[in-house]
């Protein structure tokens, strides 16, 4: 059974630039959900996707969107880059929103 | 809303021994997930076990169990006859309920600061 699935692993951008992030979930898992960790704020939760729906939503600012698609892939999108935004971004898939979570390998993104 | 503490930032332990990793979480919510996840320097979160807050047993996989303590709001990890390959760092997390803009469901997961452990030969 493949695990969660994240593209790519790297990528490094210019400040003002924008990325889009890939996501693969396990088989059968509908909630797909995304977190950003950097060294200073550890793992912060940016959105969770349930059946194509964004459920919920971190405190990130509105240049952080996402989206889920029928076969629950999900990307995540980032607009303008600053260079704050570099980080590993870790997506995790889960059956139910409630259940086991499994994560990505990640996307380590660095913003130059 | 959901918080979680691990009061230890680095642990030591000789291989073959034990070692337990602590945490503890605050919430008003009555059901609730607590997760240990291991993430070695490649940056992979691997899930190790899993404890529901109506769990009666404390969850065991393997060499790993978890301490629940519902009372104490405590969740401490507990690796037995530590490896090498153990050494990492090691989140606790809780999943419970949020309300957002579309409905309430379970999907945060909310994560201590981790404990960074080695394992020495």
């Known amino acids: 059974k493949a695990g969660v699935t994240q593209t790519p692993r790297y990528l490094i951008k210019t400040r003002g630039q924008q990325v889009t992030l890939s996501c693969s979930p396990i088989s059968g898992h509908r909630s797909v959900s995304w977190y950003q960790q950097t060294p200073g704020q550890g793992l912060q939760f940016l959105f969770e996707?349930?059946?194509?729906?964004?459920?919920n939503k971190g405190n990130f600012p509105g240049r952080f969107s996402g989206r889920q698609f029928s076969n629950s892939r999900s990307e995540m999108n980032v607009s303008t880059l600053e260079l704050g935004d570099s980080a590993l971004y870790l997506c995790?898939?889960?059956?139910?929103?409630?259940?086991?979570?499994?994560f990505g390998q990640g996307t380590r993104l660095t913003v130059v | 809303a959901q918080k979680i503490t691990q009061t230890q930032p680095g642990m030591f332990v000789q291989e073959k021994e034990a070692v337990t990793l602590d945490c503890t979480y605050d919430?008003?919510?009555?059901?609730?997930?607590l997760f240990w996840y291991k993430q070695p320097s490649s940056g992979e979160m691997i899930f190790l076990i899993y404890?529901?807050?109506?769990?009666?047993q404390n969850a065991t996989e393997g060499r790993y169990s978890l301490n629940f303590q519902k009372a104490r709001k405590s969740a401490n990890l507990v690796i037995s006859a530590s490896q090498l390959g153990d050494s990492a760092m090691y989140f606790c997390?809780?999943?419970?309920?949020?309300?957002?803009?579309?409905?309430?469901?379970?999907?945060?997961?909310?994560f201590g600061q981790g404990t960074i452990l080695t394992v020495h030969p």
């Open positions: 996707y349930f059946s194509e729906t964004q459920r």
């Open positions: 997390a809780m999943r419970g309920r949020v309300t957002g803009t579309g409905g309430t469901s379970y999907g945060k997961l909310t």
């Open positions: 919430t008003s919510d009555q059901s609730y997930g």
């Open positions: 995790a898939s889960s059956l139910e929103s409630n259940t086991e979570a499994f």
């Open positions: 404890q529901g807050s109506y769990d009666e």
